[in-house]
């Protein structure tokens, strides 16, 4: 299994609707995630970190599921604006702790 | 204003001809970060300094070398590209330990060995 990974899409949604996407990792012992955005040619840059209670900023909603060991974002009402690639980052742990970027999902918002 | 700087921008060199990327940061943060990122891939870490303590991940080329003669810079230098060595450079920095925090990246340095 993969230490991080995630469907690369592309995800094809009408503006205004509602997606989600999740980010599996392998080692249970991982204590620190989050979720970056990635415009084409561009940085990552954070978009949210991801609690264990979950959180929530504007149309964007983060979720951790331990037992299952995967993340989530929800992007409500999406926006044209909302078409990126969107990497999952989550900490390896252990004597080598480093985070390890999953390859992204790629998201088209359509008109 | 930008936080964390990366020069050049964009840089096309020959194969076999060394090359340095500079990073800068006003952040004041111990940690820096060196990634090289590929088309349609997940970004790679090369190494890292906490402080002046250089960490090297095993699977980095020896073609790749750092510096960091100061808090606020740091150099990744190539001492022979090779074609497989075009991608975009990432330079990122933490305040602290390497999984606690998120990290904050540069522009990045789009390079071409031709």
């Known amino acids: 299994r993969k230490e991080v990974e995630q469907d690369p899409g592309p995800f094809n949604v009408p503006e205004g609707a509602t997606v989600a996407f999740n980010c599996t990792y392998s080692?249970?012992?991982?204590?620190?995630f989050f979720w970056y955005r990635q415009d084409c040619r561009k940085e990552p840059k954070l978009l949210m970190s991801v609690y264990s209670s979950g959180n929530e900023d504007g149309r964007f909603t983060a979720q951790l599921n331990r037992a299952s060991q995967y993340i989530s974002l929800l992007i409500r009402d999406s926006k044209l604006s909302d078409s990126a690639t969107y990497l999952c980052a989550v900490n390896k742990a252990g004597r080598d702790d480093k985070i390890i970027f999953g390859k992204g999902t790629r998201l088209h918002i359509l008109p | 204003d930008a936080m964390v700087i990366q020069n050049p921008r964009y840089q096309v060199t020959q194969f076999g001809k060394p090359v340095t990327l500079s990073c800068s940061q006003t952040l004041n943060h111990n940690v820096m970060y060196w990634y090289q990122q590929k088309s349609s891939q997940a970004p790679k870490l090369l190494f890292h300094y906490y402080d002046k303590d250089f960490n090297n991940e095993a699977d980095t080329p020896d073609n790749f070398q750092s510096r960091r003669p100061n808090t606020s810079f740091c150099f990744l230098d190539i001492r022979s590209p090779g074609l497989g060595d075009t991608a975009m450079y990432l330079c990122?920095?933490?305040?602290?330990?390497?999984?606690?925090?998120?990290?904050?990246f540069g522009d990045g340095t789009r390079l071409s060995i031709l």
């Open positions: 990122a920095t933490s305040p602290r330990g390497q999984g606690e925090q998120p990290q904050h």
């Open positions: 080692n249970s012992a991982s204590q620190s």
